[in-house]
């Protein structure tokens, strides 16, 4: 059920689409941090050639992070009507990506958003998305139950929030996967003369797969960082700096963004068909954002057949 606490109904359909097609292989001039930020140059992984694997991810050190009391959500999505509501949400697929609504994977409830990514494709996507409260321009928390089936070693995508106009004209903050761990980024597509276009990937945690598992997530535009709990247990702590603004006067590490206007989540990578031997599952349910944490719900147990995970 979809749920507006105390607020008019915010959400509105967005197109949540194409992602621009060099963000995938687009490493930056690497960034100079900002007192405590890191940069591209410190953990970006390192290519071992041309056509080469690139190397291990260097992690950012997880520092620790004051989570305030959870509070009421603004917002909730555990699509018990048993479809994607098109008044709120905006679907949107390329090649042969899915998304939908079923009952055989669920956390809580009956139903669940199950994303699948075939096998042996390449740059397609499936992603749902809505508008933000402008109470929650510059600083949103949110969660979701996620299982992940199995992802590729390159960049895959999960969550994202931004400005107006994405994906062809837009900046954001970014949830996904590398090498196992999480990759939190920011994505800067919005060029202006002031802040040309670029991403810095950073690269922390462990990321959860084959299993149930709640995320948490901080997303801060002022200054820019994305706080990422699993299960209740914090896993990503990173703050960006951005060295290409050429501008004296504009923030390396603050406002890089323009603000939350638009929500996303789902699923696409950025790997080789032959790197997918078999379809790509994610699964997504009880969704809330808000200005506070929301806090988890009752803990999924794990299948009490073996084999019982989704593939």
């Known amino acids: 059920m979809l749920m507006a606490m105390n607020q008019p109904r915010y959400l509105h359909?967005?197109?949540?689409?194409?992602?621009?097609?060099?963000?995938?292989?687009?490493?930056t001039t690497a960034p100079s941090p900002a007192p405590g930020a890191a940069s591209a140059a410190t953990t970006a992984p390192a290519r071992r050639g041309r056509g080469g694997p690139p190397a291990p991810a260097v992690l950012l050190p997880l520092k620790p992070w004051d989570r305030p009391a959870d509070g009421p959500a603004i917002f909730t999505e555990d699509f018990e009507s048993g479809a994607i509501d098109d008044k709120i949400w905006?679907?949107?697929?390329?090649?042969?990506?899915?998304?939908?609504?079923?009952?055989d994977v669920v956390a809580h409830g009956k139903n669940a958003l199950m994303i699948t990514y075939p096998a042996g494709s390449m740059r397609a996507l499936a992603f749902i998305g809505a508008k933000v409260p402008e109470a929650l321009r510059d600083h949103l928390y949110g969660r979701a139950y996620m299982?992940?089936?199995?992802?590729?070693?390159?960049?895959?995508?999960?969550?994202?929030?931004?400005?107006a106009g994405y994906p062809a004209a837009s900046n954001w903050l970014e949830i996904g996967g590398y090498q196992g761990h999480f990759q939190p980024s920011l994505q800067i597509q919005a060029a202006t003369p002031d802040k040309p276009r670029g991403e810095v990937p950073l690269f922390q945690g462990t990321l959860p797969i084959g299993r149930w598992f709640c995320l948490e997530w901080e997303l801060?535009?002022?200054?820019?960082?994305?706080?990422?709990?699993?299960?209740?247990?914090?896993?990503?702590?990173?703050?960006f700096s951005?060295?290409?603004?050429?501008?004296?006067?504009?923030?390396?590490?603050?406002?890089?963004?323009g603000g939350f206007s638009e929500f996303n989540l789902g699923y696409r990578t950025f790997a080789p068909g032959a790197a997918i031997p078999k379809d790509i599952n994610i699964y997504y349910d009880d969704i809330a954002i808000g200005d506070k944490p929301i806090g988890q719900l009752t803990p999924v147990p794990a299948p009490?057949?073996?084999g019982g995970h989704p593939q």
């Open 13 to 27: 359909a967005l197109v949540a689409g194409l992602m621009i097609a060099g963000i995938a292989s687009a490493q």
């Open 90 to 103: 905006t679907v949107h697929t390329t090649g042969k990506a899915t998304v939908k609504v079923q009952q």
């Open 147 to 163: 299982f992940i089936s199995g992802v590729p070693d390159p960049h895959s995508v999960f969550v994202l929030s931004g400005s």
């Open 220 to 239: 801060i535009d002022k200054p820019d960082r994305i706080v990422c709990w699993v299960d209740g247990q914090l896993e990503v702590n990173a703050p």
């Open 242 to 257: 951005y060295a290409r603004i050429v501008n004296p006067d504009v923030s390396k590490d603050s406002g890089l963004v």
């Open 304 to 306: 009490a057949a073996e």
